[in-house]
């Protein structure tokens, strides 16, 4: 169950939306992924999917519909609730098909409802002392629904300073520390190569380096973590001139990134 007064209502928002819609009639998804059976269950008003195949429909590219977003609009009730309850385990199974359904265009009363339930269950993995899923999973898979690193950035820096937020930045930024400093992305968002646009590195890195530093302090990390994350302000090269390399160290890391 949801663990916040917040997402529970964002849940509850999508199920009231959303519940009782189907695939558009003559629905016939792609006939060599699936059988009719399971595209039967998509006209089928609320009928539960097995998690198998919801995460499959949830990830699929969407020339695999005749009409994606009616799909996916189908799916979203038991998608969102599986989430909020800690169970989804198909993070990572491929890019969600919610990112690439053009949700932002759909009637505003369902575009806000989305955007609702990501940043809802973005804040309680923030908040909450322990989660079923690894924060970098979680922040991939928000951007990837989402389209954008920037609400759940600034939704990051509005956490108070030593709480949970900052011990999961903690594990964030041991995580995604040597795609950063390699000017790659592709570790911090890596579903993110479904979409004809660049990864917000940038945006990502700057990010980090304003609000990291202080926040890994006060949390008790290593300080060479602190260190070596506020060096993504600095241009690339000028990263591994920084003396906490040492001269030897700086030397083989140029090389080995050239």
Known sequence: MPTTP???AAVDRINDLFGGLTAVPGETGCTYCYGEQDIELLHRPDAPLPDDLLTMFMHEVSNHFDDHPAVIRRLLPQFCTWLAAGTFGGMGYAACGLGRSGWPDWPREQATAVREFIDAWWDDSLRRDTSPYDITDVFAYCADMGGTVTPLLARWADEPVGGPGDQKLAR???AWEQDLLDDDSRGVVPWWYWFDRDEPLHEIQLWLAEHAPSRLRAVGADPGLATRIGLLALPYDDRWDHPIW???DSSAR?????
């Open 246 to 248: 040492g001269d030897t």
């Open 254 to 258: 140029a090389a080995e990134t050239n």
């Open 172 to 174: 964030a930024c041991e």
């Open 6 to 8: 917040r997402l529970a």
